[in-house]
Structure formats: C-alpha cells, structure tokens
C-alpha cells in the first residue's frame, strides 16, 4: 500500500487544523477538515477575576491545551503586562508550549503529554503547601487537580472556554464517507468531546465510521475510542505534525 492512497478525515477545530491539512496534502494524502468541536471563550466571572488578579501568589501555573493557553494567556496579559517572576509555568504538550512561547514563556512539559506525564514531573511532586493554578476548559478531568492536592497543594482552575458541537455542513462528510476510490480512509480525533461529537453529528452514519481505521492521540482516548464500538485504533505519541505522520506512516 502507498502513503499515496490515505484519505484522512480531520476533525480539529477551525483555526487548528492548517499545520495537520498541510502535513497531510504535503505526503500526497488526501485529507477534508470536518470541524467536531467549537471553543468558545466564556466570560469572566468575579470568582475567576480573583484568580487573575491572583496570579503573582501561585507558585505554578499549569495550562492543560493549546486553547487554554491561548485564550488564558492573551486574558492574563490585559492584568499583567510583565508576568510574575519566579514562577512555574507548565504545559501538557507541544502545541500547548508553543502558544506559551508566542507570549515569552517557556514551559516545562512531560513527554507524555497528558495529566499524568505533567504529575510525573519533578517539580510537581513535592508540592505541599504551594498555590498552583491550571488554566482549562469548563468540566474535564478532574485528575491534575486531586492529586496536585492530595500531595498537598491549594489547586484552583481558571475555566476559560465551553466546548460544543459546532454548526457545521454535514454534506462534504457524506460525500467523504461515499468516496469509491483506491484511498484508504481514515479519521483522525484529538480528544473524546470531538469523537463523540463527530458520532452524534452523523448519527445515521455511524454504523459506517465505526468500521473506518481511527487515529487518537493517547491511550486514554484509544480506551475511549474502543469503548464506543471503534475496531481498528491507531495511536498517535501526541498532536504534533511529526507523531501524527509517523504514526499513519506506520499504518501504511
């Protein structure tokens, strides 16, 4: 089989997806960009506003996605022109560190890019008695902070965005999914809301992508991907360009 003959189901959100098209198109691999979740900002509340203000008394910060460092990071910076010195910042992964980097922070990140390759990180397992805050989405797992504060932190979250099923034209999918071509096909989810979106957005199909080759970006997302009824997973070793392409590679 050649790389040549992937056609590749992207189901990022709008604004997310160009480096992973581009990838793609580069390998001579088809590839339609079929949003499955929208992130949209929520408003500051006062409790959160205390947060912000906050920022200079928390010994750690820890952003959790991309979104949230893009979002919390442009919010943070209208309070603090000059971030605060001394302090920890942290990302769960690479796409998370590169928005950071865009504002003049340079992270720590684990190499396994999830809560629990951040809990794996020396500086954040002798926490006890440290003020940490973890920029995120509204609702999510709750694992980062129970056990940051089982080893003894004062955890607080900043909830940034909602996510939701966005409005999108279903029809290029169905052309997708009706291709009869030597391309083999392929979707492509970086998080569980997405894939559960994607089924619930094409309800009448989903006996059909359920048979489709599916790639996820961690194991816990595999686990989840199985769960619903998906039989051939592929794992991806996190978002970037290159994980994501190695992994289809080895695929074909």
Not at 136 to 149: A, I, N, P
Not at 219 to 229: F, V
Request: charged content about 20%; some cysteine; glycine content about 8%.
């Amino acid at each position: 089989m050649s790389k040549r003959e992937l056609s590749l189901l992207v189901t990022r959100p709008l604004g997310q997806a160009s480096a992973w098209l581009e990838a793609f198109q580069s390998e001579g691999w088809q590839a339609l960009h079929f949003p499955t979740l929208a992130i949209i900002p929520t408003n500051l509340s006062p409790k959160n506003k205390s947060l912000v203000l906050a920022l200079d008394q928390y010994k750690g910060v820890i952003c959790i996605s991309a979104n949230a460092a893009h979002i919390g990071l442009e919010l943070l910076s209208d309070y603090w022109p000059q971030w605060p010195v001394q302090q920890n910042w942290y990302a769960v992964g690479p796409a998370t560190a590169e928005a950071m980097v865009d504002w003049q922070i340079r992270p720590k990140m684990p190499t396994q890019h999830d809560s629990e390759g951040l809990l794996g990180l020396g500086s954040l397992k002798a926490v006890s008695g440290e003020r940490i805050l973890i920029l995120k989405g509204e609702g999510g797992r709750e694992t980062l902070k129970q056990v940051l504060s089982e080893r003894g932190a004062k955890v607080d979250e900043l909830a940034l965005y909602r996510r939701a099923i966005p409005e999108t034209d279903i029809e290029p999918l169905v052309q997708w999914l009706g291709q009869d071509s030597d391309y083999v096909k392929v979707i492509t989810v970086t998080s569980g809301d997405a894939l559960k979106h994607l089924l619930h957005m094409a309800e009448p199909f989903k006996a059909q992508l359920l048979g489709l080759p599916l790639l996820v970006v961690s194991e816990r997302l595999k686990t989840y991907a199985l769960s619903l009824g998906f039989q051939q997973v592929l794992l991806s070793q996190g978002t970037s360009v290159d994980a994501v392409k190695k992994a289809l590679t080895d695929f074909v």
